[in-house]
C-alpha cells in the first residue's frame, strides 16, 4: 500500500528533509538539469528512501530510474509517448500515469498503469493548466474506472481539500506548493501525514 500524502519535490534535497520527518512517499520531479545532475540525485534520494523505509517515484526520468534501480516512475501524457514502457516493465519498475479527461485516461490504462493521478482537481497556481478543475466528482467517476489502482488526486490542494479528495474516492492527495512553499516545511509535512493517515483509514 502507498502512503496517503505524496508530495511531489523539485530537487534530492528536499527528499532529504521531507523523508527522515516521516514522509513515506514522494516524487523526485526534477526540472531541465544535465542528465549525470539528474542521476546523482535520483541516486541520492533512492539512498535517503532506502535508508527511511520510503517509496521513491521518479517522475518522467525513466531511463535514469532503470539505470539506478528504482522501482517506481511517474509518467506524463507525453512521457508515455516517449518511454519504453516494456523496458520498465522488464526492469521491475511500476508506473503511475498522469491522466485529465477521458481519453488520456484510456491511454493510461492501456499500459496497466500501477496508480492513476487525476487533475487538477481544484485550480491551480504553479503551472499553466489547459484543463479545467476537474472537482470532487470527477474523483468518484475515475475511481470507479480506474478499479482496484490507486488513485491519486493532484491540483490544487489544502490540506482541507486533500480529506475531501480522500473522502471522495482517492486513496492518495499528491501536493506541491502546500509543502514546498511552506514558512515551516516539516511542521506543514507532519500535519498532513498525520491527518491523511486518519483520512484513508
Not at 502512503?3 to 521531507?18: G, I, K, S, T
Not at 516493465?89 to 491522466?99: D, E, L, N, Q
Not at 479545467?132 to 490507486?150: C, N, S, T, Y
Request: glycine fraction near 8%; charged fraction near 25%; aromatic fraction near 6%.
Amino acid at each position: 500500500m502507498l502512503d496517503p500524502f505524496y508530495p511531489v519535490v523539485p530537487d534530492a534535497q528536499w527528499v532529504d528533509r521531507l523523508v527522515p520527518a516521516g514522509t513515506r512517499l514522494i516524487q523526485l520531479r526534477i526540472k531541465e538539469q544535465p542528465s549525470e545532475e539528474i542521476r546523482r540525485q535520483v541516486r541520492q534520494a533512492k539512498a535517503t528512501c532506502a535508508a527511511h523505509g520510503a517509496q521513491l517515484i521518479v517522475n518522467d526520468y525513466w531511463q535514469e530510474a532503470i539505470d539506478e534501480g528504482c522501482d517506481y516512475v511517474h509518467l506524463g501524457q507525453e512521457d508515455l509517448l516517449e518511454a519504453d514502457v516494456p523496458a520498465l516493465r522488464r526492469a521491475g519498475i511500476r508506473i503511475g500515469v498522469s491522466t485529465h479527461d477521458h481519453a488520456e485516461l484510456d491511454k493510461g490504462l492501456s499500459i496497466d498503469p500501477d496508480y492513476v493521478a487525476l487533475g487538477p482537481i481544484y485550480e491551480t497556481l504553479l503551472k499553466q493548466m489547459p484543463f479545467a478543475p476537474q472537482g470532487l466528482d470527477r474523483i468518484a467517476e475515475w475511481k470507479k474506472l480506474v478499479g482496484k489502482r490507486p488513485l491519486v488526486a493532484i491540483g490544487g490542494l489544502t490540506l482541507e481539500r486533500a480529506l475531501l479528495c480522500l473522502g471522495a474516492g482517492a486513496e492518495i492527495v499528491a501536493v506541491v506548493g502546500a509543502i514546498v512553499n511552506h514558512e515551516d516545511p516539516i511542521g506543514q509535512a507532519r500535519a498532513w501525514l498525520a491527518a491523511t493517515r486518519r483520512g484513508a483509514s
